[in-house]
């Protein structure tokens, strides 16, 4: 939040800032003393340097005297040479290379800190990072905490499109379908991975395989049968293997590597077979070519998985985790921890397929009928999490929300979701909101930075809250580390966050793996718990008097959500998200 | 108003130019304006209008400033906080007039940023000195980079045009070394001020 602050305060003295963003700022600066001190002292900053860098073209600090950078030319700002060059480029670009090694590092540690599965497999990316030379910037100054970019990166060659049956190597947690895949190895142990590259090519790779992704345009294989696509778009795809090239002229090939043989044979056009030691050789539909070993050793290519067989195991794969999860909905229902379970599915309650039943998101807690979520507004019936034959809800139109009540008094909580996010369109984006918010209601929500916001309310009287404001309320919000950014769009996580007064002690899961845990300060500590009317999806009675920020309608999809009366513990969350993942995961 | 001392505002009354009032209220303009610039500087985010109310505001304060030494105890030490009660209002009417345009503050976030700016009006040293301190720490070339793209009709894309670098990296580089600096700024600040 307070490095959101101060990129919007700059964005906005810089004139980049997005309408949203401003009106974000002038809620915080009504609101917030300490971020109007912060805003002053910015717009002073800027003005200092604005001054500056008029007043003082050159002229050497005395910091710039002898040692510092001895040969660098002072550089001339300003129009005063007469609009020549103003930034002496060399200079210049050895800055901009210290810098960015730094933005580099901390884009690293974010992405690998977030169990966001982006950046994953990526081996130049570790070996950048550890000859990378301690940036400048973070050791100028006490403070120290470097954060840098506030742009989202999205950086690699290709995306792992279906995933079936797969296993990963022993201590990787594999990717997710739907992952970027940036340069370096990915290996598996067995299972069918279809990969798109961004160029329009599209590799199916059984396992067990070892490649690596080099760029849009190539690959190398080590190990592996593979059947490549290339549409003429991506005309020039090439995959290396055994010390030769394999350049596609816009076909369909098949390749297989083992440790003594390499075998290409086109199913269907031309490819070109370059290598150091032999002219290049052209390739027709039925030909095959050994780049190593003999006939002897390589195998049939008939039973290699086509597009289709890769459609059909998928749809099979996934009827069967759908109704393991359906299975399992069942016995989890039975714990009597539960306070509520909703489900977009109905399951066991076929019978009432009914208009009404549409417009409910089933309570598997409890008997029928009683306490289901009502379906109001736009929400959309959408596939859910297995794929067409599961049902999820969708969020994204503004007003689209799913009410529901929960009475009673509780000691903790903890709430888990699937969820899909398409964007995160507003400052909060709501999971399950408690309508007014009032002592001992829990918040659960999704900022714009991709961070978990849990929260409950501990003083609802007005003005009680931190920063002076006549209607802020005392409460604390617990955030987590970003675990969303765009290149995660469409792909489903699993969502947890636990509230433990007894042992004062919120800890908050994405897919399994702790993204936040926080202890809870007495002046924060919450004993009864409520929840009332609330909803999911979207926040149905803000706060009375202050409209802002009251549009939080989650732009994305929630299949099943679950809340308990108790504080479960990291094996029983993990327990929940390996028995509930979709496919791919 | 002019920020020049040394150029009287065009379209102040010129009475007689060798009225002792007008002298000592042109003088006490020139002792003070950075104070009030820089309030009013605070109040309109993209820096556009600033002219506009400073000039206003000087107009305002000379068509009161009999009042003002009437009622004032002590001319030259209430002047900053005087004029910037004028040049509140200044900021408002011009953000009135302007309030379909895309960055400016609404009246009540003004009003609250005031009020906030008026309590450091008496900082303004101690934060300068803050900022240069903070500037010194940092890398040579670090400063240079973020003082060029605060020179007048540069900007980061045409640095980045220049250096061969892509626009957005190089944006996110400045973007961040502004936060270091202000955050180095806030705690120097934080930390004199807790000690006294």
């Known amino acids: 939040m307070a490095d959101r602050l101060k990129n919007v305060i700059f964005q906005t003295l810089q004139r980049t800032v997005s309408r949203a963003d401003f009106d974000w700022l002038q809620d915080r600066l009504e609101t917030d003393d300490a971020a109007r001190q912060t805003y002053l002292t910015a717009v002073h900053i800027s003005e200092h340097l604005d001054q500056q860098a008029v007043d003082a073209p050159g002229k050497p600090r005395p910091s710039d005297a002898p040692g510092a950078d001895v040969m660098s030319t002072p550089l001339a700002i300003g129009r005063h040479a007469g609009g020549s060059t103003l930034v002496s480029r060399w200079v210049l670009v050895g800055v901009v290379a210290n810098i960015i090694a730094l933005a580099g590092i901390t884009w690293y540690a974010r ?48 995306t792992l499109r279906r995933a079936i049956d797969i296993r990963w190597p022993k201590g990787n947690s594999g990717l997710h379908e739907g992952d970027v895949l940036t340069n370096g190895t990915l290996r598996f142990d067995s299972g069918v991975a279809e990969i798109d590259f961004f160029c329009g090519a599209t590799l199916i790779v059984e396992g067990p395989a070892e490649l690596n992704l080099e760029s849009d345009w190539s690959a190398e294989v080590f190990l592996g049968r593979l059947r490549a696509n290339v549409p003429p778009v991506a005309r020039g795809f090439t ?85 393991d999860w359906q299975n399992h909905i069942r016995q989890l229902r039975r714990d009597e921890r539960l306070i509520a379970l909703y489900t977009a599915d109905a399951i066991d309650r076929f019978a009432e397929s009914s208009d009404d039943s549409l417009r409910l998101m089933f309570n598997q807690v409890g008997a029928p009928d009683e306490r289901d979520g009502v379906l109001v507004g736009p929400v959309e019936r959408v596939s859910g999490r297995f ?76 003005g009680t809250g931190l920063g002076g404001h006549p209607q802020a309320r005392f409460h604390h919000l617990y955030k987590t580390r970003p675990f969303w950014n765009d290149s995660n769009r469409n792909q489903w996580f699993h969502l947890v966050a636990v509230y433990d007064p007894p042992n004062r002690r919120v800890t908050q899961y994405v897919n399994g793996d702790i993204v936040g845990d926080e202890v809870i300060q007495p002046k924060f500590h919450v004993q009864d718990l409520r929840i009332g009317p609330a909803e999911i999806g979207n926040w149905g009675q803000p706060l009375r008097n202050s409209p802002w920020f009251a549009v939080r309608n989650l732009n994305g999809q929630i299949d099943e959500l679950a809340i308990y009366d108790a504080a479960l513990d990291a094996n029983e969350i993990q327990s929940l998200y390996q028995q509930g993942k979709p496919l791919g995961y | 108003m002019n920020s020049r001392p040394d150029a009287p505002p065009d379209d102040v009354p010129p009475d007689d130019p060798l009225d002792d009032r007008y002298a000592d209220f042109v003088g006490l303009l020139a002792r003070h304006d950075q104070a009030v610039r820089r309030f009013v500087r605070a109040l309109l985010p993209t820096g556009d209008g600033v002219d506009d109310v400073m000039q206003e505001t000087a107009l305002e304060c000379w068509r009161k400033y009999d009042r003002f030494c009437d009622t004032a105890t002590e001319v030259d030490g209430e002047f900053t906080r005087w004029a910037c009660v004028i040049a509140r209002y200044k900021t408002l009417s011009w953000q009135r007039d302007r309030a379909r345009d895309r960055l400016v503050f609404r009246e009540s976030v003004i009003e609250q940023l005031a009020a906030s700016a008026e309590l450091r009006l008496d900082r303004g040293d101690q934060e300068r000195e803050a900022i240069e301190r903070c500037l010194d720490q940092l890398p040579a070339d670090q400063r240079r980079l973020l003082l060029s793209v605060h020179s007048p009709g540069e900007s980061v894309a045409r640095i980045a045009s220049e250096t061969g670098q892509r626009a957005r990296k190089l944006y996110s580089v400045v973007q961040s070394l502004r936060k270091l600096l202000l955050r180095c700024v806030e705690s120097r600040l934080a930390s004199e001020s807790s000690h006294g």
């Open chain 1, 387 to 462: 794929g067409n034959e599961s049902e999820g809800l969708d969020f994204s139109r503004t007003g689209a929300r799913v009410r529901t009540r929960t009475d009673g008094q509780y000691g903790a909580f903890t709430f888990a979701c699937w969820a899909r996010i398409d964007g995160l369109d507003h400052v909060y984006n709501a999971l399950f909101l408690a309508d007014g918010y009032e002592n001992g209601e829990p918040h659960w929500q999704i900022d714009q930075d991709g961070r978990l916001l849990f929260s409950v309310m501990v003083d609802d009287t007005p």
């Open chain 1, 239 to 323: 995959v290396k293997a055994a010390d030769a090239q394999i350049v596609d002229q816009g076909t369909e090939f098949a390749l297989q590597v083992t440790p003594d043989a390499a075998c290409v044979e086109v199913l269907r056009g031309q490819v070109e077979i370059r290598s150091t030691d032999t002219p290049a050789r052209q390739l027709r539909t039925g030909q095959r070519h050994w780049l190593k070993g003999s006939a002897s050793s390589a195998s049939d290519f008939h039973d290699l998985a086509t597009n289709d067989d890769v459609q059909r195991r998928r749809h099979n794969a996934q009827s069967d985790r759908l109704a």
């Open chain 1, 111 to 158: 992405t690998h800190d977030a169990p966001s599965r982006t950046e994953r497999g990526s081996v130049s990316l570790d070996d950048a990072v550890a000859t990378s030379p301690a940036p400048d910037a973070s050791s100028s100054f006490a403070a120290g905490d470097t954060d840098t970019t506030t742009e989202r990166l999205i950086a690699g060659h290709a």
